[in-house]
């Protein structure tokens, strides 16, 4: 029997609540639930309590790196480093840089000649980035010890958000499904804008490329993209909007039928943002910090706003994604994509994108918001 499941949902679906379910499900037995961020353990958290008015014993709620630290690096510290591990240290790109070269390329400190300036810093905090390769070659050195110890812990292990996995943690996985312990995992690869690490391992896989790992014919999982594949937040128009980003993956329907005085999707002319903003209140979604936006106002990065729900949003587009909405078969990255379909399906009414005064692209789907509707 196959106890390795994951579940591809869509925006709005329902993902997180059917992984609660699933965990408050398992009576008597120990389950760990664990996603990456910090922002989305706590929504765990929050919708546990909701359903369940407690957080059971049996029911463990940590962060992915938390889970790798408590379970593959302290049990195991004196397996492949004598020296105590003071902790984790977040980086955002590759760790261990040794120097450059006269091309001002980096170059990085080997992990089999130069161990410790591969896997710490001088401080000795491992680097998040190694987290897992660390986990990983611990659990060779040991015959399987590391996985056996976990399984042996847990009998079910909630992952939420895989998509964000990435590098030694898809290795990590592979090991995990053939453990005794009962794996499920959540995820909607449309939603890649975070990863765990930016390690070269595994790159094909990163964010929305994640669904190529699971073809791999050797992952012992079973694959359920049809269950949670209505988008109960967002009205059609929104939906149909989403879908176009990803044409290769499953469609979304809508769940959403209300009605209010302003549904769709708009073009809102800078000369008119002030007065979308009094009228309707929506989110400002944008790329980054560097975006100048109304500081009276709500707002968010693209990234930020994942796992959330508003009324109506409000889209500060790059250049890039304002060219895909004029021009669908326009060259959108993966990475934008995501932020793109992230920022859309935050709205269950209304989107709106801020375009040029004297903008006059006709889209379909989408109009133009008149002062006249005030």
């Given at each position: 029997m196959n106890n390795n499941n994951l579940i591809i949902a869509a925006a709005g679906s329902g993902k997180t609540t059917r992984l609660v379910n699933e965990a408050l499900n398992v009576e008597n037995k120990k389950v760990l639930i664990t996603t990456y961020t910090q922002a989305n353990e706590a929504e765990i958290k929050k919708k546990i309590i909701e359903i369940n008015k407690c957080i059971p014993e049996n029911v463990t709620v940590q962060t992915w790196f938390s889970f790798l630290l408590k379970h593959g690096v302290r049990p195991f510290q004196g397996v492949l480093f004598e020296k105590k591990i003071k902790g984790l240290i977040?980086?955002?790109?590759?760790?261990?840089?040794?120097?450059?070269?006269?091309?001002?390329?980096?170059?990085?400190?080997?992990?089999?000649?130069?161990?410790?300036?591969?896997?710490?810093s001088n401080q000795l905090k491992i680097y998040s980035d190694k987290l897992s390769k660390f986990v990983f070659r611990c659990n060779e050195k040991t015959n399987g010890?590391?996985?056996?110890?976990?399984?042996?812990?847990?009998?079910?292990i909630f992952i939420d958000e895989v998509q964000d996995l990435a590098g030694y943690d898809l290795e990590l996985l592979k090991l995990l499904f053939n453990c005794?312990?009962?794996?499920?995992?959540?995820?909607?690869?449309?939603?890649?804008?975070?990863?765990?690490?930016?390690?070269?391992?595994?790159?094909q896989y990163k964010k929305s490329q994640i669904v190529h790992f699971f073809e791999d014919k050797t992952i012992?999982?079973?694959?359920?993209?049809?269950?949670?594949?209505?988008?109960?937040?967002?009205?059609?128009?929104?939906c149909e909007?989403?879908?176009?980003?990803?044409?290769?993956?499953?469609?979304?329907t809508s769940g959403n039928n209300n009605i209010t005085d302003h549904n769709g999707i708009f073009f809102v002319k800078k000369q008119d943002v002030e007065k979308y903003l009094q009228q309707y209140q929506p989110l400002q979604l944008r790329d980054s910090k560097r975006t100048n936006v109304n500081e009276n106002y709500r707002v968010m990065n693209f990234g930020e706003s994942k796992g959330l729900s508003f009324d109506r949003v409000l889209i500060y587009p790059t250049e890039p994604i304002l060219k895909w909405l004029k021009n669908n078969q326009s060259e959108l990255k993966d990475t934008s994509c995501s932020k793109l379909y992230v920022a859309i399906t935050r709205a269950k009414y209304s989107v709106g994108i801020i375009v040029e005064n004297g903008e006059q692209s006709v889209i379909d789907g989408i109009s133009y918001f008149h002062c006249a509707e005030l």
């Open positions: 977040l980086v955002n790109s590759q760790s261990g840089i040794k120097g450059y070269t006269k091309n001002k390329q980096p170059i990085y400190f080997g992990e089999e000649k130069e161990f410790e300036k591969h896997y710490f010890n590391v996985i056996d110890r976990i399984s042996r812990i847990y009998s079910h005794s312990s009962s794996i499920l995992l959540v995820g909607d690869p449309r939603q890649g804008t975070y990863s765990t690490n930016s390690a070269p391992k595994n790159k012992n999982i079973s694959k359920d993209d049809t269950t949670l594949i209505v988008n109960y937040r967002c009205i059609k128009p929104i909007l989403s879908n176009k980003l990803f044409p290769t993956m499953r469609q979304t």
